[in-house]
């Protein structure tokens, strides 16, 4: 039950931040002091890797997320989502729904830098992940 509580919050926790930067919110102005201007600059994140899937994809997908996750350990967050186990989370990413396995990455800038539908190919996701931590 505690793990499950821990990944519906980090679930909530991504959607709002998700939507807080695709809104424009996630933007922090910045004063240059040379000339007095505002200036707009995004901190740099964590990329993250949120892999939806359905307890009929588990045989294919576990295998897949252990070797990307020791690939890059440090360098991006996973956060996997048993849909089947957190019915909830498909309440935040409606889309996915019908869809899994299914993957949302969030880049350095916390914006959407791609989404793949019915992907359990690992170099398809290796590059998704390269693209995210440029």
Avoid: H, W
């Avoid at 709002?16 to 910045?30: H, R, T």
């Avoid at 498909?90 to 350095?108: K, Q, R, W, Y």
């Avoid at 989404?115 to 359990?120: D, I, S």
């Amino acid at each position: 039950m505690k793990k499950r509580n821990k990944i519906i919050a980090t679930v909530t926790v991504l959607s709002l931040a998700v939507a807080l930067f695709i809104s424009g919110c996630g933007n922090k102005a910045e004063n240059n002091s040379s000339n007095g201007t505002a200036t707009t600059a995004q901190e740099k994140v964590t990329p993250t890797f949120m892999y939806f899937y359905t307890s009929a994809d588990i045989e294919a997908v576990e295998p897949l997320l252990s070797d990307l996750e020791s690939e890059y350990n440090g360098k991006v967050n996973f956060t996997p989502i048993n849909v089947d186990e957190n019915p909830e989370a498909l309440e935040n990413f409606s889309l996915v729904s019908g869809n899994t396995p299914a993957l949302i990455m969030l880049d350095t800038s916390n914006n959407i830098s791609k989404l793949e539908f019915k992907c359990t190919d690992k170099e398809v996701l290796k590059a998704d992940i390269e693209d995210a931590l440029k």
